[in-house]
Protein backbone atom coordinates (compact mmCIF):
# COMPACT_ATOMS: atom_id res chain seq x y z
CA UNK A 1 0.00 0.00 0.00
CA UNK A 2 1.64 3.53 -1.11
CA UNK A 3 1.50 6.21 1.61
CA UNK A 4 -1.27 8.93 0.33
CA UNK A 5 -0.97 11.65 2.69
CA UNK A 6 -2.09 13.95 1.04
CA UNK A 7 -5.66 14.72 2.39
CA UNK A 8 -3.70 14.65 5.74
CA UNK A 9 -1.24 17.60 4.09
CA UNK A 10 -4.04 19.48 2.90
CA UNK A 11 -5.92 19.07 6.60
CA UNK A 12 -2.86 20.01 8.77
CA UNK A 13 -2.10 22.67 6.09
CA UNK A 14 -5.52 24.06 6.51
CA UNK A 15 -5.04 24.19 10.22
CA UNK A 16 -1.73 25.38 10.00
CA UNK A 17 -1.74 28.42 7.09
CA UNK A 18 1.54 29.88 5.81
CA UNK A 19 3.21 28.77 9.01
CA UNK A 20 5.74 26.24 7.85
CA UNK A 21 7.11 25.44 11.34
CA UNK A 22 3.46 24.87 12.70
CA UNK A 23 3.02 22.94 9.98
CA UNK A 24 5.95 20.63 10.94
CA UNK A 25 4.96 20.54 14.88
CA UNK A 26 1.07 20.10 13.62
CA UNK A 27 2.68 16.67 11.42
CA UNK A 28 4.91 15.93 14.84
CA UNK A 29 2.14 15.86 16.69
CA UNK A 30 -0.02 14.01 14.83
CA UNK A 31 2.81 10.94 14.71
CA UNK A 32 3.66 11.31 18.13
CA UNK A 33 -0.32 10.79 18.94
CA UNK A 34 -0.96 7.38 16.38
CA UNK A 35 2.39 6.26 18.27
CA UNK A 36 1.21 6.09 21.09
CA UNK A 37 -1.92 4.18 19.81
CA UNK A 38 0.46 1.67 18.35
CA UNK A 39 2.07 1.48 21.58
CA UNK A 40 -1.08 0.81 23.71
CA UNK A 41 -2.18 -1.99 20.95
CA UNK A 42 0.79 -3.63 21.06
CA UNK A 43 0.40 -3.65 24.85
CA UNK A 44 -3.00 -4.43 25.04
CA UNK A 45 -3.76 -7.98 26.70
CA UNK A 46 -7.35 -8.17 26.12
CA UNK A 47 -9.90 -7.17 23.86
CA UNK A 48 -11.37 -4.12 26.10
CA UNK A 49 -8.03 -2.65 25.52
CA UNK A 50 -7.59 -3.21 22.19
CA UNK A 51 -10.54 -2.27 20.69
CA UNK A 52 -9.92 1.05 22.73
CA UNK A 53 -6.67 1.65 21.08
CA UNK A 54 -8.10 0.62 17.59
CA UNK A 55 -11.01 3.14 17.88
CA UNK A 56 -8.59 5.73 19.15
CA UNK A 57 -6.19 5.20 16.10
CA UNK A 58 -9.41 5.00 13.97
CA UNK A 59 -10.73 7.93 15.26
CA UNK A 60 -7.19 10.05 15.11
CA UNK A 61 -6.43 8.51 11.43
CA UNK A 62 -10.74 9.95 10.55
CA UNK A 63 -10.22 13.54 12.33
CA UNK A 64 -7.17 14.05 9.80
CA UNK A 65 -8.18 12.32 7.01
CA UNK A 66 -5.17 9.85 6.64
CA UNK A 67 -6.71 7.01 4.78
CA UNK A 68 -4.39 4.56 5.06
CA UNK A 69 -3.50 4.88 8.68
CA UNK A 70 -7.54 4.47 8.84
CA UNK A 71 -7.39 1.21 7.23
CA UNK A 72 -4.99 0.03 9.33
CA UNK A 73 -7.32 0.89 12.21
CA UNK A 74 -10.29 -0.58 11.02
CA UNK A 75 -8.05 -3.75 10.33
CA UNK A 76 -6.49 -3.64 13.62
CA UNK A 77 -10.25 -3.14 15.05
CA UNK A 78 -11.32 -6.31 13.83
CA UNK A 79 -7.98 -8.23 14.23
CA UNK A 80 -7.66 -10.39 17.91
CA UNK A 81 -5.96 -8.59 20.74
CA UNK A 82 -1.87 -8.85 20.02
CA UNK A 83 -2.51 -9.46 15.92
CA UNK A 84 0.61 -9.13 14.54
CA UNK A 85 -0.20 -8.22 11.29
CA UNK A 86 -2.41 -6.02 12.50
CA UNK A 87 0.12 -4.34 14.08
CA UNK A 88 2.87 -4.39 11.07
CA UNK A 89 0.27 -2.72 9.20
CA UNK A 90 -0.14 -0.20 11.33
CA UNK A 91 3.65 0.25 11.95
CA UNK A 92 4.12 0.37 8.31
CA UNK A 93 1.71 2.94 7.50
CA UNK A 94 3.27 5.23 10.40
CA UNK A 95 7.10 4.66 9.15
CA UNK A 96 5.68 6.12 5.47
CA UNK A 97 4.12 8.80 7.39
CA UNK A 98 7.43 8.82 9.54
CA UNK A 99 9.72 8.90 6.97
CA UNK A 100 7.70 11.55 4.59
CA UNK A 101 8.61 14.20 7.27
CA UNK A 102 11.25 16.95 6.15
CA UNK A 103 14.12 17.17 8.34
CA UNK A 104 14.89 18.95 10.67
CA UNK A 105 18.03 20.43 10.59
CA UNK A 106 18.11 22.73 14.10
CA UNK A 107 17.12 19.26 15.64
CA UNK A 108 19.30 16.66 17.01
Known amino acids: MAFNHGALDATL ?3 AGDDAALL ?3 RVAFLESAMRQLDLLKRARCDGNWHVAAMRLKG ?5 HAEDL ?6 ALHAAPGEPM ?7 VLG ?5 LP ?3 NRI
Open 60 to 64: LAASF
Open 86 to 92: AIREVEA
Open 70 to 75: LQAAEI
Open 96 to 100: RFSRS
Open 13 to 15: AAA
Open 103 to 105: RDP
Open 24 to 26: RDL
